[in-house]
Nanobody, 121 residues
Framework: QVQLVESGGGLVQAGGSLRLSCSAS????????MGWYRQAPGKQRELVAG???????TNADSVKGRFTISRDNAKNTVYLQMNNPKPEDTAVYYC???????????????WGQGTQVTVSS
């Protein structure tokens, strides 16, 4: 049983910055990879970025050079630093934790409750 608690969402202007946080608790020994997905209104959920236990990163092409995923293993926390966000980044962002970095498969592992990120022009 793993619980994921997200924070840091909100309203940000285009070109600004925002940092999302997600802390894991419970049976975390089975977690090797953590990441972020997002879902915009009327669209399917999609991968934003993922990071393995060794630090290997996977990023969606749409956010490369702008968003950075990182993790603090001691705190069981994953972050998403969002720099230069664009209006098209507006979505609900969901934290995900799983046993391996198979990010192309969406419905795996554990999920946070989601946090709204709104980017204004």
């Amino acid at each position: 049983q793993v619980q994921l608690v997200e924070s840091g969402g909100g309203l940000v202007q285009a070109g600004g910055s925002l940092r999302l946080s997600c802390s894991a608790s419970g049976s975390i020994s089975s977690i090797n990879a953590m990441g972020w997905y997002r879902q915009a209104p009327g669209k399917q959920r999609e991968l934003v970025a993922g990071i393995g236990s060794a630090g290997t990163r996977t990023n969606a092409d749409s956010v490369k050079g702008r968003f950075t995923i990182s993790r603090d293993n001691a705190k069981n926390t994953v972050y998403l630093q969002m720099n230069n966000p664009k209006p098209e980044d507006t979505a609900v962002y969901y934290c995900n934790a799983r046993s391996t970095n198979n990010w192309y498969i969406i419905q795996r592992g554990y999920w946070g409750q989601g946090t709204q990120v709104t980017v204004s022009s």
